[in-house]
């Protein structure tokens, strides 16, 4: 009997399922419940977590703001050519607009001056002061009598804007926010941004003026051109797809909407204000082909004034996007090619090849027409050697020069022998008994 309540009992408890098990069975149901995101559309976004699929509802939103004008979903953008400083494409480039935090990137520019010249170092350790630690808006979480390197600084207010940051940066530069403001307006003033305000390091409205740092969409652009050329090392941090603090767990992603989801893209800096609507400084670097027929671009994109993060992304975007797309650093002569012929007086051909020194690489887009323009200078005599300068030529794009050469001889133009001395002496007296009768 014993021993058949033991075998019924065995049987129940094999055929009863655990809670484990019906735990483990309901977690779909439960997940469905949950509403979780299906990122599973042809397009990649950023996100909080890094870029990512976009869903649905993101792609239908991206679509929209796609077919719609520029001018619709900005306020003002740019498109130029970091190497010439060519504006190529534009609009509302010259009206005084609010910067919010890509006013930071002066901030920048005067503390990487600093390195520079070695008045301060990476290295240096800046103590956080409360106000510091209670500034609002984005921010590295630094809280008061925290230690934090100068470089860590520039990394946080860079990749994620943090106010903070950059805020301690300019305490430690100048002594005191007030001083660093000062010294924000003076680079703009020293880079010829007439239009240029700045009230803070932040890009923060201050309400207690009614005042925000501003300038200029074409201002926004050379800022940027002077920053990449005299500290192109800025690109190292903002080319960073997160930052975190070790043994934390704290742990953000780059503003930059368009980093990680263009390649090209490798820059620089986001803002937003109620004032200046969403901004981005976006730049990029497209490489040369292979075969050299085409040398690296960098290119610079700018949009203010987005409503909404999808507008901002949906413009800047399509405008670097299509720049890289339409426009490249053109070879349009080699000089194994032959450009023309040039007469030399007393040679002993009656005509050289001539062309240009090296190749010449233009900023073209696709439907751009080349034109050029010979001068050849005159009174040369043979001997000359190869390679001797004859003149120049000029490219012109859609009627806008953008380039001049030295045209050279491809060959040695050799003096003619005794034989053609002579004949070319009887000629010319006889030419000279001529014109005397």
Request: hydrophobic letters at 35%.
């Amino acid at each position: 009997m014993k021993k058949f309540l033991s075998v019924l009992m065995a049987t129940c408890i094999l055929l009863t399922p655990s809670a484990s098990f019906a735990e483990v069975a309901n977690k779909p149901n439960e997940a469905i419940q949950e509403n979780v995101e299906i990122r599973n559309q042809n397009i990649y976004v950023p996100t909080k977590d890094g870029v990512q699929r976009a869903t649905y509802e993101e792609a239908v939103k991206i679509d929209k703001y796609n077919k719609m004008p520029l001018n619709q979903i900005t306020t003002s953008y740019l498109l130029g050519d970091y190497d010439s400083g060519k504006i190529l494409e534009g609009n509302n480039i010259d009206e005084v607009h609010a910067m919010a935090s890509t006013s930071k990137l002066v901030g920048v520019f005067v503390v990487m001056d600093k390195l520079k010249d070695g008045s301060i170092n990476k290295d240096d350790i800046v103590t956080i002061d409360k106000n510091c630690a209670s500034l609002t808006g984005s921010s590295y979480k630094l809280k008061e009598d925290d230690k934090v390197k100068v470089e860590n600084l520039l990394r946080a207010a860079l990749i994620i804007s943090g106010n903070d940051a950059i805020t301690a940066l300019g305490n430690h530069v100048a002594g005191s926010k007030e001083n660093f403001v000062i010294m924000m307006n003076k680079k703009c003033k020293d880079l010829g941004l007439t239009n240029a305000h700045m009230v803070n390091a932040t890009g923060l409205t201050d309400y207690s003026i009614e005042d925000y740092n501003k300038m200029t969409t074409r201002e926004m652009f050379i800022l940027t051109r002077e920053l990449l050329k005299e500290h192109p090392d800025v690109l190292e941090y903002t080319k960073e797809t997160s930052i975190d603090k070790a043994h934390t767990g704290y742990i953000e992603h780059n503003t930059n909407p368009l980093l990680g989801v263009l390649p090209e893209v490798d820059g620089l800096k986001t803002g937003y204000t109620n004032a200046a609507g969403r901004c981005l400084i976006a730049t990029g670097k497209k490489s040369g082909a292979e075969d050299e027929s085409s040398k690296d671009i960098r290119l610079i994109g700018i949009t203010t004034g987005s409503q909404g993060d999808w507008q901002r992304y949906s413009a800047s975007r399509r405008i670097m996007e299509d720049g890289f797309s339409t426009y490249a650093n053109e070879r349009i002569v080699t000089p194994d090619e032959i450009l023309d012929k040039i007469y030399i007086d007393g040679a002993s051909k009656d005509e050289l090849n001539i062309g240009v020194e090296k190749s010449c690489y233009v900023l073209k887009s696709k439907n751009d027409d080349i034109e050029t323009s010979i001068s050849l200078k005159e009174d040369l005599k043979a001997p000359l050697n190869k390679g001797t300068i004859v003149g120049d030529i000029t490219y012109y794009v859609n009627g806008e020069k953008v380039s001049k050469k030295n045209l050279v001889l491809k060959e040695k133009a050799y003096e003619k022998g005794f034989i053609f001395k002579v004949q070319n002496l009887c000629e010319n007296i006889f030419s000279n008994i001529r014109e005397a009768a």
